[in-house]
């Protein structure tokens, strides 16, 4: 076999006299550079006499997957012999990020792996850039998701993560001069070595269809087209624990069976195959676009697959007999705990209702009283566009039997109402679960989980308070206890510990400790050195290395050139307008048309920043597609300009996901997290950022407001509306009483002056305007924000040059940190809402 060597000082022994063996469970760098060239040459996926970066990745990825099978084999037989209650958190979205990294982390075995590569003539960071995140998600709802699973592993939390096998995930973004292109992610187009196909876990899943009433009474759903589910298993490892969780994808399929051949051979290739083009468009696409009948259908399809499929899964599971004894359905919600994540698995309370009931015989009380007790709801969102409704005719059509249960569930809630609270019989009509609007009926998914489940979280304080308040307000006042908040977290092992190993290093040394990655509250302990000048000095330099790291990366993707002792300013996240990735530009605007006024004396007394901005916009909202190609133009402009580029640059940086924030995060010195207040349930990237010594500038949204409460208030900018007075301030606008600052207007007259472009802005920038109306009356208060948002920047700008404060400020951040850990999220899910226990394998 041939191999290219590099010479490198670790390696001892060249590539070829590397023997060829199985080592599994190897742990020696030589044992493991063996097992890696055992998996290139017996695991074949390539020609044999290629053994290059991609090669490599592969057969090391196996190499580190035989590891990860020999504990997910050991987890799984003994929460098997202990039979725990377990937990099921089903989502849409898993933004994994790539694996590599993370599971040698977590194993513990880098630099035994970084050895054994440099022995195959290879360098780590090399081999791990060649893999390509799982394309199985989109923004915060998805990475939160994925950084559950690692709080549950490294916790030793009996749990399974459930989702969708997406071959070409939401969509890989391009920049060009027309602005955002889409293209499908090609993470699947070779093969991921991380997935375990389970050819023995398949399930059917029916659509369509009619209810037969059998002569007992019982109703049964029949004909329709049946796919089968198809489970891939990926191996979710905890930190430094034995505890290997699964998350656990489907495919869909349709059997051999389901093939024409007389179609076929009578040339009628697309009929006779026309089953199995159905089951590819599933899993095909996250959220496909849904403005068309035929989009809304696939979108139901898909929510309605990933229920029905892990619900049997969890069924057959609790189905097991224990010591031959049979269980009792009342058990059921003594083991099983169902998590939805967001609205999307609603259809997880109707389908379990169906299961129990026509295929487990169970009368409609029994029925009820196990689903109520094992599935809670987790809202993400007070957005009225996101709170999903779905056309009761499509839900007829596609889901007839499911169709019936909600109405019988809408049915007895009504009843409930009238006979208990009839104090609340004139909101009936709001809180319901059908809407019956004769122009459009529809199912409300979130009041149907309101009413079935055990328990409604929020994910911030401030958000779970508007959810009591205001969007639940009347549910509340029927089961007082129903609602509670679980401020989100983020796994510190992926999002400090393994991406940014300089500033890590630099903790565990003052804190003398490594303890901090699994007990992140003892981040406490930096507060003591914030003002210890060998401390800033070093924090300073891990920070420096950071924006080299990143400064090259801008380079590479882009072919701009940044200056890593500008301030790194970086705002990155779905592209929405209550985000407000244009307030962002705007003032970017206002600086840059500021600086072409100053002389060059006064420009050398400003601070000079580098703006970068990241995200996706969804493929069909055109808004904010017009943002990024705003973004993109000012950048065109201002980086070219010779007067300005030393002082400010804009940046556009493309096809965000997990890989690209591991290296914007620590590299970022100011962060922008600025959504109209009452608008982000909570934010996540706000919380990485902040653990990685990033200073946030924000409103008091989301979890921005715990953040500034732990990591201090002058350690924060603070500007624009709060939450409570946003509704008045949208009154007076309709009213004709905005006044709008000159310096707002004069940012948006040079926009449309031409300066950045011919490309028609006023489509987006008529958004702002105006009084009330469609698209129009500025909804989200970028006018009324601005004035605050321009005097906040000009405070972080003072704030920059004096280099000792900024520092301390930057350890203060991390120092606040401890509290957005998500392992303290998901210990409180576990005593307070699934009442699950750890399960360490011994």
């Known amino acids: 076999m041939e191999t290219t060597t590099k010479s490198n000082g670790s390696s001892n022994k060249t590539p070829d006299k590397i023997p060829v063996a199985a080592h599994p469970l190897a742990e020696d760098p030589t044992d493991i550079a063996s097992n890696i060239k055992y998996h290139s040459q017996y695991s074949p996926h390539f020609s044999p006499i290629k053994f290059e970066p991609e090669q490599a990745y592969y057969a090391a990825a196996e190499s580190v997957r035989d590891r990860l099978i020999q504990q997910w084999n050991e ?127 398949v399930f059917p899943v029916r659509f369509f269809g009619r209810v037969e009433v059998l002569p007992t009474g019982s109703r049964k759903w029949v004909d329709g087209e049946v796919l089968q589910a198809l489970a891939y298993d990926i191996p979710i490892p905890g930190y430094k624990t034995k505890n290997t969780n699964s998350l656990r994808l489907w495919e869909a399929k349709a059997s051999a069976r389901d093939f024409n051949l007389f179609q076929f051979n009578d040339g009628q290739y697309q009929s006779a195959a026309e089953l199995h083009a159905r089951a590819q468009q599933i899993c095909a696409v996250l959220y496909p676009g849904d403005a068309t009948e035929e989009g809304k259908l696939l979108r139901l399809k898909q929510q309605f697959f990933l229920c029905s499929a892990s619900l049997q899964d969890i069924i057959s599971r609790f189905k097991e007999r224990k010591e031959g004894r049979k269980r009792e359905w009342s058990e059921f919600p003594t083991k099983v705990a169902v998590q939805l994540n967001d609205t999307h698995p609603t259809l997880a309370i109707p389908e379990l209702m169906r299961l129990l009931m026509d295929e487990e015989g169970l009368g409609w009380d029994e029925a009820w009283d196990v689903t ?188 701009e050139t940044i200056d890593p002792n500008t301030l790194f300013d970086i705002q990155v996240k779905r592209i929405h307008e209550y985000k407000r990735q244009l307030l962002n530009i705007l003032g970017a605007v206002y600086r840059y048309k500021k600086l072409k006024e100053m002389s060059p004396e006064e420009r050398k007394a400003t601070t000079p920043r580098t703006i970068m901005i990241g995200g996706k916009a969804f493929a069909t909202y055109t808004n904010a597609k017009r943002i990024v ?63 990685n010594g990033c200073l946030i500038i924000g409103t008091l949204d989301g979890a921005n407001v715990e953040i500034r ?100 400020m930057s350890i203060l951040s991390t120092a606040g940190s401890g509290k957005f850990s998500s392992d303290r999220t998901i210990s409180q899910y576990a005593k307070e809402i699934w009442k699950i226990e750890e399960c360490p394998v011994p």
């Open 75 to 201: 987890t799984y037989l003994h929460y098997h012999k202990v039979d725990p209650k377990q937990t099921y958190y089903l989502s849409m979205e898993f933004l994994q990020g790539r694996a590599l990294t993370n599971a040698i982390g977590n194993l513990d075995i880098q630099d035994a792996y970084s050895s054994a590569l440099n022995k195959l003539g290879h360098e780590l960071e090399e081999i791990t850039e060649q893999e390509k995140d799982m394309a199985l998600g989109n923004g915060g709802l998805g990475r939160l998701a994925s950084c559950f699973l690692d709080s549950m592993a490294t916790l030793n939390l009996p749990a399974w993560g459930y989702g969708l096998r997406y071959r070409y995930g939401l969509f890989k973004q391009s920049i060009s001069k027309a602005g955002q292109e889409e293209m499908a992610e090609d993470w699947l187009e070779k093969f991921s070595p991380w997935e375990v196909v389970r050819h023995d876990v």
């Open 372 to 559: 109520s007790r094992s599935i809670a709801y987790t809202n993400h969102t007070v957005l009225p566009e996101a709170l999903e409704k779905w056309s009761q005719v499509v839900m007829s059509k596609l889901l007839p039997r499911h169709m019936e249960i909600i109405e019988e569930i809408d049915k007895r809630f009504i009843a409930m109402i009238k006979s208990t609270r009839p104090d609340l019989e004139n909101k009936i009509s709001d809180m319901r679960i059908l809407d019956h609007n004769p122009n459009k009926p529809v199912v409300r998914m979130a009041n149907l989980c309101v009413v079935s489940g055990h328990t409604v979280n929020g994910v911030a304080q401030l958000h779970s308070d508007i959810l009591k308040a205001e969007l639940f307000a009347d549910y509340v006042s029927i089961w007082p206890n129903k609602f509670q908040n679980k401020t989100n977290g983020i796994t510190p092992r992926r999002w400090l510990r393994f991406c940014s190993p300089e500033l890590s290093q630099i903790i565990t040394k003052w804190l003398k400790t490594d303890k901090w990655v699994t007990n992140l509250d003892l981040l406490v302990g930096l507060r003591e050195f914030a003002d210890n000048p060998e401390l800033q000095a070093e924090w300073e330099s891990a920070k420096m290395a950071n924006k080299q790291r990143l400064a090259q990366y801008i380079l590479k993707v882009t072919g």
């Open 629 to 691: 190609k705003l973004v993109d133009d000012v950048g065109a402009v201002v980086n070219t300009d010779p007067e300005v580029n030393e002082y400010l640059k804009v940046v556009f940086v493309p096809n965000y996901n997990v890989s690209v924030a591991e290296v914007l995060i620590p590299g970022s010195e100011l962060s922008q997290h600025i959504s109209t207040a009452g608008m982000e349930a909570s934010g996540t990237s706000n919380m990485k950022f902040a653990l």
């Open 709 to 808: 409460e732990e990591v201090g208030e002058d350690n924060f900018f603070l500007f624009g509306a709060t939450a409570d007075e946003v509704p008045k301030l949208r009154k007076d606008r309709e009213n004709g009483l905005f006044k709008p600052d000159p310096r707002y207007e004069e940012a948006k007259e040079f926009i449309r002056s031409k300066a950045f472009g011919n490309y028609d802005y006023n489509p987006l920038l008529d958004s702002l305007e105006g009084n009330s109306g469609y698209g129009r009356g500025d909804y989200f208060l970028v006018g009324h924000d601005f004035p605050t948002y321009i005097d906040i920047q000009a405070k972080v700008d003072e704030a920059y040059k004096d280099r000792k404060r900024w520092i301390k």
